[in-house]
C-alpha cells in the first residue's frame, strides 16, 4: 500500500461547481498535513496546512479524519483559475506527497 | 519571499555523462531537499540534507549522489546518466523545527538520450 494515494482524476467540472478531493494515508503516526497546488509546468506551492479541527482560507476548506487516515479538501464556487493538479502531503519527518489529483474547471 | 533558484530550466545529456543539478535558496534553510517528479508517480524524494555536509537518502537515491557544502546550496549529481532519468528534478528547501512548508524550485526538466 502507498504511503500516500490520492484519486488522479481527472475531475472536470463547471464554473461555480463544489468538488472535493481526498488523500489518505498509512502511517498513523503523521503528523502534519498539506495541501499543495501544482500549475502547468510550475513547482507546487503551498496551498493551506490542514488542521485538526478543519480549517477555511476563502472557497477552500480543509478536513483531517484521523480515525479513518484521510484529508480532504473542499473547493466551493469552483472558478476557472482553480484548474491546477492538487497534491496532499504528509508527514512525519520528511514530507511525502500524493501523486496528485488534476482538476479542471470550465466555463 | 523565499527564493529557491535552479541552475538550468531544460537540460539534455548523453547517457553516461556525469551531470550536476544546482539548487540555491537564500533564506537559510536548515533543510534542502532533491525530488523527481514522472506522470503518474509523482513526487519522489532522491536525498534531502539537514545541514550542511549532511545527507540523508530518500526513496529513491540510487544512481544520484548529492553535496551540501555550503547551507544555501544544494547539488544534485547523475554519476552516468542513463535515460529511466530523464525526468523533471525539483529541489526544496524549508525551515527546521515544526514548520513544514516547503519551497519547491522551479524545475529542471532533464533529458537524457
Known amino acids: 500500500r502507498k504511503e500516500v494515494e490520492q484519486d488522479p482524476g481527472p475531475f472536470n467540472v463547471p464554473e461555480g461547481a463544489t468538488v472535493a478531493f481526498n488523500c489518505t494515508y498509512s502511517n498513523s503516526a503523521s503528523q502534519s498535513f498539506f495541501w499543495y497546488r501544482q500549475d502547468c509546468r510550475k513547482e507546487p506551492k503551498l496551498l493551506m496546512s490542514v488542521y485538526s479541527s478543519g480549517n477555511e482560507d476563502g472557497r477552500f476548506t480543509a478536513q483531517l479524519n484521523r480515525a479513518s487516515q484521510y484529508i480532504s479538501l473542499l473547493i466551493r464556487d469552483s472558478k476557472l483559475s482553480d484548474s491546477a493538479t492538487y497534491l496532499c502531503?504528509?508527514?512525519?519527518?520528511?514530507?511525502?506527497f500524493g501523486q496528485g489529483t488534476i482538476l479542471t474547471v470550465h466555463p | 519571499d523565499v527564493k529557491v533558484t535552479q541552475s538550468s530550466r531544460y537540460l539534455v545529456k548523453r547517457t553516461g555523462e556525469k551531470v550536476f543539478l544546482e539548487c540555491v535558496q537564500d533564506?537559510?534553510?536548515?533543510?534542502m531537499f532533491w525530488y523527481r517528479q514522472d506522470p503518474g508517480l509523482g513526487l519522489r524524494l532522491i536525498y534531502f540534507s539537514y545541514d550542511v555536509k549532511m545527507k540523508e537518502k530518500g526513496d529513491i537515491p540510487e544512481g544520484y549522489s548529492v553535496s551540501r557544502e555550503k547551507k544555501e546550496r544544494f547539488s544534485l549529481i547523475l554519476e552516468s546518466a542513463s535515460t529511466n532519468q530523464t525526468s523533471m528534478y525539483l529541489c526544496?528547501?524549508?525551515?527546521?523545527?515544526?514548520?513544514?512548508?516547503?519551497?519547491f524550485g522551479p524545475g529542471t526538466r532533464l533529458t537524457v538520450t
Open positions: 533564506m537559510d534553510h536548515e533543510n
Open positions: 526544496a528547501s524549508r525551515t527546521g523545527g515544526a514548520s513544514y512548508e516547503q519551497y
Open positions: 502531503a504528509v508527514t512525519p519527518g520528511k514530507l511525502t
